[in-house]
């Protein structure tokens, strides 16, 4: 059975960071390409950085690019946001998935705030 959850949410104010972890199991980690999604309040989904499988490439949506970085461990199973110089508009639940697994986990909830 796969399993996905994240971790590593909470509330810090605009300028601040924080970093957003998510375990796996129940498939075989390091074959996948997996991405990190958000939604905002009363929005859609947000695509926001993918690492691939095989060579770590990376990707980032343009709201994000130099604020974020996206990482894995393959050892542990495990998938990484560091979130950097975070903003008002970055506040959303964050979740990472698979897309070929059309898998995700629950998320973990980030908020900016003053």
């Known amino acids: 059975e796969v399993q996905i959850v994240e971790s590593g949410g909470g509330v810090v104010q605009p300028g601040g960071s924080l970093r957003l972890s998510c375990v796996c199991s129940g498939f075989i980690f390091a074959m996948y390409d997996m991405n990190w999604v958000r939604q905002a309040p009363g929005k859609g989904p947000e695509w926001v950085a993918e690492?691939?499988?095989?060579?770590?490439?990376?990707r980032y949506a343009a709201s994000v690019q130099g604020r974020f970085t996206i990482a894995r461990d393959n050892a542990k199973d495990t998938l990484y946001l560091e979130m950097n110089n975070l903003k008002t508009e970055d506040t959303a639940l964050y979740y990472c998935?698979?897309?070929?697994?059309?898998?995700r986990g629950q998320g973990t909830q980030v908020t900016v705030s003053v």
């Open positions: 998935a698979s897309e070929a697994l059309n898998s």
């Open positions: 690492i691939k499988a095989l060579g770590g490439v990376t």
